[in-house]
């Protein structure tokens, strides 16, 4: 039968004996209860690394999949029809953007890259003097191209054009050439 009344002192005041196996026993448990936590810590750990590699491996197959590119403006224009240049004119439309002059010679309409051959600076068109002039180091180029002053070793480059379908010209700086005869053949002269 368990007693329901108070307890005497001689039960309340723990032996020697019990007292010593109880501290034992929660030295015991508390060792346990390290271990057990540096276990579950380094399995964290792990699980987190094992994620990561997986992370990282995954983005870097993604990227296999899906590299990078650069995407850079398209080097062609439409400049418009023939007829919205007017003979003689050196147009300056499509320079800041395109840095193209659109040329209607009396040979034809050509496209001239706003680009010194010498060490590549922007030069401008002077109409009074029928030369474009590089304020760099003062290199003069005729309405041809040509070197007429200065320290630039070659013709200002031409680019190639053509018209499309609807008799728009297409002006593409992807391709160039200054050399005397082939710059006034077919692609870089359009014949009117
Ligand atoms: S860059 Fe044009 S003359 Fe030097």
Request: with cysteine; charged share 20%; aromatic share 10%.
């Amino acid at each position: 039968m368990v007693p329901t009344g108070p307890r005497t002192l001689a039960e309340t005041i723990e032996t020697p004996g019990s007292t010593e196996a109880a501290s034992l026993d929660r030295a015991a448990n508390d060792r346990v209860g390290r271990r057990d936590f540096l276990h579950r810590g380094a399995r964290a750990v792990g699980w987190c690394g094992l994620g990561a590699m997986l992370v990282g491996g995954g983005a870097a197959t993604a990227g296999f999949f899906f590299p990078r590119v650069l995407y850079e403006p398209p080097t062609w224009f439409v400049a418009g029809k023939p007829e919205s240049f007017s003979p003689g004119e050196v147009n300056e439309r499509f320079v800041a953007s395109q840095r193209v002059w659109i040329v209607r010679a009396r040979a034809g309409i050509y496209a001239v890259q706003a680009r010194c051959t010498h060490l590549g600076c922007s030069p401008s068109w002077f109409t009074e003097e029928q030369l474009f002039k590089c304020p760099c180091h003062g290199s003069n180029f005729n309405l041809a191209g040509d070197v007429v002053a200065g320290p630039a070793p070659q013709p200002l480059f031409r680019v190639s054009l053509k018209l499309d379908d609807e008799g728009q010209i297409v002006v593409d700086r992807a391709l160039a050439e200054n050399r005397p005869g082939a710059r006034e053949a077919g692609g870089f002269l359009l014949r009117l």
